[in-house]
């Protein structure tokens, strides 16, 4: 056990200028790896400090923590301790008190290292809880990305005997005649961990003497596996990314030339990006996602948790809302005179004499032919209108459907309406109406622009 | 049931100008399988054989043979019949009665479908079978590769069942009425399957009962990864093999250069090139190649199961076999006149009187200080001479080593050796000894040069 220690703190790194902090909660697997970097920093020359958090779950809590205060006052190492009423968090966060000591536990002890400057943090976790929570995560229905369980280095958090069995553990504590508290983390594991630790896993262990060598082996492959995974997912989605102002856009049709493999976890990856995690998000949310890109729809949309997805057109679109709907609005406007829209463009109309000439922003009409006044809103379902060198009538959907126009931009657009008809898509389109020629007297020019 | 063989039918393309076989054993699962292929053949047209192997382990094997046939002669199908006696192959090949059972029958059942010109075989496997398999391979510490489990369409093999539950099997065959053997497979699966199927899952289901569900999309999730990772790991390996006219031989730095993920897989790959396959290969066998890659001698090798691997300097080598030893040998080389090496090349040994100049296939030396005879052999352990150029003696085995020259190489530089001095290391180095002055009034020249 010693000599493990040691090797995981050459692979670590750890020397004189390091100082260590580690958990001890007062039960043997603790108590063990007290014993053995306290041993081990004599030799490597770390400061080691104890930390204990008190969960006040179960009345024992205090005298657990009373006996790991004086384990340190005998051993000579600094005490730290913490303490937060985990029943009124769990309560409060609506979770399991074993999820909500594992959070307070956790901001505590990055707190008391941050505080000493200590680089990494110990805990005692052993193979054994390895293979439990590897199995734990199966039958939740993981993937593979789960199935990588915990790694013995993961940024602060060090696990220096993630590779020794509990058996190893108890031989060594009953050797060196170590005394402990029955492991106040038994109490609070839930129900389906003590099963597996309990039911499942020694079943299993009689069909495979090795079973816990092998998921060992198995939990190091997926770890690998999920290593080149994040590296490979963050070199690809940097190709996808069309737009990160607004959201995330990805290119669709790149996104399909992926390989599945791929493509699911880019979209997971998004997802990270846009939500800051992956809580919450289970395969079928992935599916769906992934369905939207190949649907025959162009446009639609979908409400995961904490996220807005969406396919317009090319791209993948992801929000963590859904974007505000645009206020229907309906103004004169004066001629001469303008209108300042929701979006902050303007509508402007004067009258002239002289044509300038017509662009997507700028249309003249017969002022003549116009029926005043006008009327600037935007578009509502069931909209037709004539646009200008075309035979018929076209609905507007219909319009904005065939310029690919997206279903938010769609509600940005202004329709200049005279009387029943719709003059101006603004920004698309004019309609045949009252088209200027040789004898028009007076023109009508309406245009839009930027804000000032 | 019904939708769902005709929605895998749909997925497999099969149509009216196809010929399937389906394998029955006369259990629920294939009798069920042969109904809903039966009832779909008549909408989708196409033509419907069935085949049955007969693995004669248990007496009673005949009769369900006999079972089949009757079933097919009221179905009015063709009736294919194979047997092997499959407890003699296992005993001659030294594999458990289940392997000898699907290795025949898999054969006689590739021969059938080949005669028929059959596109795809049916077979009856569901998803309770894949979750058996999916957890044999998790105990025996498959990695993910052995995860992704069985695939709905591997090749010709089809199992349109595997989204299908035991339990809606068993439904079927009842509300069918349907008549079948007590499966001839559940007697010869292993003891181990047995308590995986009537001892672990069913306690794992009572954890989950999801479960199945579940590691049927972790399965799928495997099968993806699995089908990712052999085309990345195949455009990789391209690129990594510098030479295959004698096994293969793979760049060591690209190799390190790759992610740890992918390098196992690309070592696993080049074994399955040179081995034809990948059976009795486990992670032991892959860690100790990628350790040889690393390892501090540059030039080592070892035995794994069918395959010989080698680092040679910036290579990895890997071979069926070890190289064949070159014999050591020693002969006189007569002057003038020629010695043939084993290799296949020749030393010539001429006297001259005029300097031609030096190469490393082609030196000179001052004949009257040259010791008669002269000897040709391949080089022994403890050798010593003075190359030319050098202030003293040099191991022969140093002079390899600094010119990187592979222990294989070693074997075939032959030695010219006159009385105790080597006087050349043939296509290499020459030794101080008896150099060509202005006062030589003979001339040695020895050429190595290539066969005939």
């Known amino acids: 056990m010693q000599a493990t220690i040691c090797s995981q703190i050459e692979a670590a790194g750890m020397g004189s200028a390091d100082h260590l902090l580690v958990a001890v909660s007062g039960g043997i697997d603790s108590v063990v790896l007290l014993r053995l970097l306290s ?8 400061r080691l400090s104890v930390a204990h958090f008190d969960h006040q779950i179960r009345p024992e809590s205090r005298a657990e923590a009373e006996f790991v205060e004086q384990l340190c006052e005998r051993m000579r190492l600094s005490f730290f301790f913490g303490s937060g009423d985990v029943p009124a968090f769990a309560k409060e966060e609506k979770i399991s008190l074993e999820m909500a000591a594992r959070q307070l536990r956790r901001v505590f002890l990055l707190r008391t290292a941050k505080r000493l400057d200590a680089r990494l943090i110990a805990l005692a976790h052993h193979r054994d809880d390895q293979v439990e929570t590897f199995f734990l995560r199966l039958l939740r229905g993981s993937g593979s990305a789960g199935l990588a369980a915990m790694k013995t280095l993961n940024s602060c958090w060090w696990r220096p005997l993630l590779g020794c069995s509990r058996e190893q553990i108890l031989d060594f504590a009953r050797k060196e005649n170590l005394n402990w ?3 106040g983390s038994n109490a609070d594991t839930s129900i389906l961990r003590n099963r597996v630790r309990h039911e499942v896993l020694p079943q299993l262990r009689e069909l495979n003497p090795q079973l816990d060598e092998r998921l060992s082996v198995l939990s190091a492959q997926f770890q690998a596996d999920e290593d080149f995974w994040q590296q490979h997912v ?15 856009r990805l290119d669709r049709q790149k996104l399909l030339g992926l390989h599945a493999a791929l ?13 800051g995690d992956l809580q919450r998000i289970e395969a079928v949310h992935l599916q769906s996602i992934l369905s939207l890109l190949t649907a025959h729809r162009s446009q639609s949309q979908l409400d995961i948790p904490d996220c807005w997805v969406a396919r317009r057109y090319q791209f993948l679109w992801l929000r963590k809302k859904a974007p505000e709907k645009v206020a229907a609005y309906a103004f004169e406007l004066p001629v001469p005179g303008r209108v300042d829209l929701p979006d902050g463009r303007f509508l ?17 009409f017969d002022a003549v032919r116009v029926k005043f ?3 600037v809103r935007n ?8 646009p200008q060198g075309m035979p018929g009538k076209k609905k507007l959907k219909r319009l904005f459907s065939d310029e690919k126009i997206e279903l938010e931009e769609r509600d940005r657009v202004p329709l200049i309406v005279s009387g029943e008809e719709i003059l101006w898509v603004a920004g698309m389109r004019r309609s045949q109406q009252a088209p200027v020629s040789a004898d028009s007297a007076q023109i009508l020019r309406l245009e839009l622009l930027e804000g000032d």
């Open 39 to 46: 041993v081990a920093s004599n030799q490597f020359g770390f």
């Open 181 to 183: 508290v029955e492991d």
């Open 234 to 248: 963050a070199k690809t989605i940097t190709a996808l990314i069309v737009d990160h102002s607004d959201g995330l």
């Open 263 to 275: 493509r699911v976890r880019v979209v997971r990856e998004a997802l990270r990006q846009v939500r």
């Open 348 to 364: 402007r109309a004067v009258f002239t004499e002289k044509k300038a000439g017509e662009s997507a922003f700028s249309v003249e």
């Open 373 to 375: 006044p006008l009327l």
């Open 379 to 386: 578009w509502q379902f069931g909209d037709v209108f004539h």
